[in-house]
């Protein structure tokens, strides 16, 4: 198991490392059962300290939680204590869902841009063309609408893109704003 444990604007001590490393280990140990790597970022937020944690399991599946407190300490607690509901919460299905699969989720590799918005809407733009201010690789994982609605759920995200691995083609998940999920599949 790998850790990532940074601050952002903030010194973290060894202390604070060691104490991360013992509480995410027990908690990983609890509810999932072949973590791959753990990121935990702390920073500073107004009066409070804010801690990211974001957790990649062996099955390809990801879960993210984020905690707020005046206390770094508690900050971490608070964000432990949310990704522990969340791992205790989805361990049944994770199990269900990964209980004939031997090898971890097959992802693919695509590319993901971040496009400068118009500055005014006003002015008309010069061209239709947009302008690329970052470029990264994101992977698309190849797993069931089960299974994708899971990972979506576990990262908190608002949708997910994911290859169906049944049709094998490109297909969506996504919170829709009457609480319930929406599915996209192209034909």
């Not at 001590?13 to 970022?41: N, S």
């Not at 009066?47 to 971490?76: D, N, R, W």
């Not at 949310?82 to 590319?111: C, F, G, N, S, T």
Request: glycine share 6%; proline share 4%; net charge negative.
């Amino acid at each position: 198991m790998r850790y990532q444990i940074s601050g952002r604007q903030i010194d973290i001590g060894e202390a604070l490392q060691t104490h991360v490393k013992a509480e995410m280990t027990e908690t990983l140990e609890k509810y999932a059962g072949r973590p791959t790597d753990a990121i935990v970022i702390f920073s500073k937020s107004a009066h409070e300290t804010v801690c990211e944690a974001v957790v990649h399991l062996s099955t390809g599946m990801q879960a993210s939680a984020k905690g707020h407190s005046p206390e770094i300490y508690a900050a971490f607690e608070s964000c432990r204590e949310k990704l522990d509901k969340q791992l205790r919460r989805y361990k049944r299905r994770l199990k269900d869902h990964h209980k004939d699969r031997i090898d971890p989720v097959e992802v693919m590799a695509a590319a993901s841009y971040v496009i400068a918005s118009e500055a005014s809407e006003e002015s008309e733009p010069d061209s239709l063309t947009p302008i690329i201010i970052a470029e990264m690789e994101t992977k698309i994982p190849t797993v069931s609408v089960g299974e994708a609605v899971m990972q979506m759920e576990l990262a908190g995200a608002q949708f997910l893109v994911f290859r169906n691995e049944t049709r094998k083609g490109l297909n969506v998940v996504y919170r829709r704003a009457d609480g319930n999920v929406g599915w996209i599949d192209p034909k």
